[in-house]
């Protein structure tokens, strides 16, 4: 499968995964509400514009209005996000969770699951956000894939709060027009489709490690002091790696731990 970046949605194996999701999460029979809702936005737009000439209010009968459960594919976020807040969130949740015991695959689509959530400014329960932290790790995720997780999950500064969430992510189109031109013949590996796209040819189901930042900043999400201003916290065991919170701590525990010694 093609790929062309190496963060979340920036593969066809994403946009696969978020295509099955999308008909999981029975968006097609908002479709018809979405168009409503944004005839009524232009309608009142003209209402409010009175420079403007007169024209038809409205929209084109055969204008598309897409929705997904990814935001930079989403028409109409609000209307998502409100339906996956009602229930529909916690129904994947929960069928997702069913399946991860069976394979790494089924742990990266949970993943997956959690970074559209975000990117709508879904309301994230705190068991979902538990597993994520617990599982995010244990799958095969693009290094920027990771590292964005590493810190929409964490207790850093850029931590998700319960608003439409930026991963940075760009569709193909995007990354081939922002390409500098001398890049053209270059090797770097993101140029084209020559990027390993998630659990392809030349993947792996072990899992990536996690970003190693220096010593005196967060070991999960590099913040240099905690979310209430005081000093970052010292790991209890070696006194030298340091932590803006818990979430952070627990996330990095498995890589520290094998470095770690007493003082």
């Known amino acids: 499968m093609g790929a062309w970046g190496f963060n979340f949605f920036e593969s066809d194996h994403d946009l696969d995964v978020v295509c099955d999701l999308d008909s999981a999460a029975g968006l097609t029979a908002l479709e018809s509400r979405a168009k409503e809702r944004a005839e009524q936005k232009q309608a009142q737009s003209k209402e409010g514009n009175a420079t403007k000439a007169d024209g038809p209010t409205g929209t084109d009968q055969d204008e598309d209005y897409p929705l997904s459960i990814y935001a930079g594919h989403c028409a109409d976020v609000d209307l998502v996000r409100e339906h996956l807040d009602g229930g529909v969130l916690r129904k994947l949740i929960n069928e997702k969770k069913a399946k991860m015991g069976k394979s790494s695959y089924a742990v990266y689509e949970f993943v997956l699951l959690g970074a559209c959530a975000m990117s709508l400014g879904c309301k994230i329960p705190d068991d979902f956000k538990e597993l994520l932290v617990e599982k995010y790790r244990s799958t095969e995720l693009q290094h920027e894939a990771l590292y964005s997780m590493q810190l929409a999950l964490g207790d850093g500064p850029e931590r998700y709060k319960d608003t439409p969430y930026d991963f940075g992510s760009q569709g193909l189109i995007e990354t081939m027009m922002t390409r500098e031109p001398e890049e053209e013949d270059s090797n770097r590996s993101y140029v084209g489709m020559n990027v390993s796209a998630p659990f392809g040819m030349f993947g792996n189901s072990k899992g990536t490690p996690m970003k190693e930042f ?18 970052l916290l010292s790991c209890g065991k070696c006194k030298t790696k340091k932590y803006c919170g818990k979430v952070c701590q627990q996330a990095h525990f498995k890589q520290h731990k094998r470095v770690c010694k007493s003082q």
């Open 214 to 231: 220096p010593v005196g900043v967060c070991g999960g999400c590099s913040a240099k002091d905690r979310l209430d201003g005081e000093p």
